[in-house]
């Protein structure tokens, strides 16, 4: 029996699994990309995904680091690569390290302090890249880039032996494109991320939206986190084809959420959003006849 019930969606090729409720917890994790982002307090069934982007220090998103951490060793895999605010690697490790004191067992950890900017290759066509969000200091959110090589221009006309002669003399005769593939939020209050190129075209968006209620404006900037009344008009300027909205808060249920989305986007944008926890967005798959 897996520790979590997990939300699935699944978008092209691309599985999404997670769970999301504010002050709760949240993980969303891609296996076919082999990343986490945040690890909530680490479901079982995210274990074996190598990498984990972690958006910033609070427990709802990194409580289970530890017992993902020891649980890959346990189970005898690499140690992982965990990426993370550079201000939360020094209190991260100590906690890595105690539990391991507590455990008995030392926990292997590679833990990367990621500021904006900071690029990590997470496979060779893929680069995650870390950008400024605004939340509690350090926080990012992340975004993953397919990257592929492309001939230039000038040399498109030239035969397979020309071409190799070429990369003999070590010309460089490729250009590598960017194909932004999903952009992570964490946790943001509001800020016009139409106008991060990157993260305005990714085809798929995970976004915060914890707070659905006029009365619930002073919590959201309070805590900053998203609130509706911000996050419709921004999604209304963003060119993402998915939008998986994440960490609703308890107070607001599922149906009353879809019914203010409904009220308050486009219909064309409507179609494109889906809550990580409505239950009927996800995948059910038959199971084996015994
Ligand atoms: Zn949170
Ligand atoms: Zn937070």
Not at 93 to 119: H, Q, S, T, Y
Not at 197 to 218: G, M, N, P, Q, W
Not at 262 to 271: C, M, P, V
């Amino acid at each position: 029996m897996p520790s979590h019930r997990l939300a699935k969606l699944e978008i092209g090729d691309l599985q999404i699994l997670g769970y999301s409720v504010a002050g709760e917890e949240t993980v969303v994790g891609i296996p076919q990309l082999d990343v986490c982002f945040d690890i909530g307090k680490a479901p079982d069934q995210l274990i074996s995904i190598g990498h984990v982007l972690l958006t910033h220090g609070h427990m709802d998103h990194a409580a289970g680091i530890a017992y993902y951490l020891s649980h890959r060793k346990f189970n005898g895999m690499s140690e992982g690569t965990v990426l993370a605010p550079a201000n939360t690697i020094k209190p991260m490790g100590e906690i890595v390290d105690a539990w391991g004191r507590l455990d008995g067992n030392r926990i292997p950890a590679k833990l990367v302090g990621v500021e904006p900017g900071f690029e990590h290759r997470v496979k060779p066509n893929l680069v995650a890249r870390a950008f400024p969000v605004k939340h509690c200091r350090g926080a990012v959110g992340y975004c993953l880039l397919e990257t592929r090589k492309k001939l230039k221009k000038e040399y498109r006309g030239l035969t397979g032996k020309q071409i190799v002669e070429l990369k003999k003399q070590g010309v460089d005769i490729e250009d590598v494109i960017e194909i932004p593939l999903v952009s992570y939020l964490g946790d943001t209050q509001y800020v016009d991320y139409a106008e991060l190129d990157y993260v305005s075209r990714s085809k798929i968006l995970i976004a915060e939206c914890t707070f659905f209620e006029d009365e619930h404006t002073d919590r959201a900037y309070a805590g900053k986190h998203m609130h509706i009344d911000d996050f419709a008009p921004l999604l209304e300027r963003m060119e993402n084809e998915h939008v998986i909205i994440t960490h609703l808060t308890h107070r607001t249920s599922m149906t009353e959420a879809k019914k203010t989305l409904s009220e308050r986007l486009s219909a064309e944008t409507y179609k494109k959003v889906m809550l990580l926890m409505d239950r009927t967005n996800w995948v059910r798959r038959k199971r084996p006849a015994q």
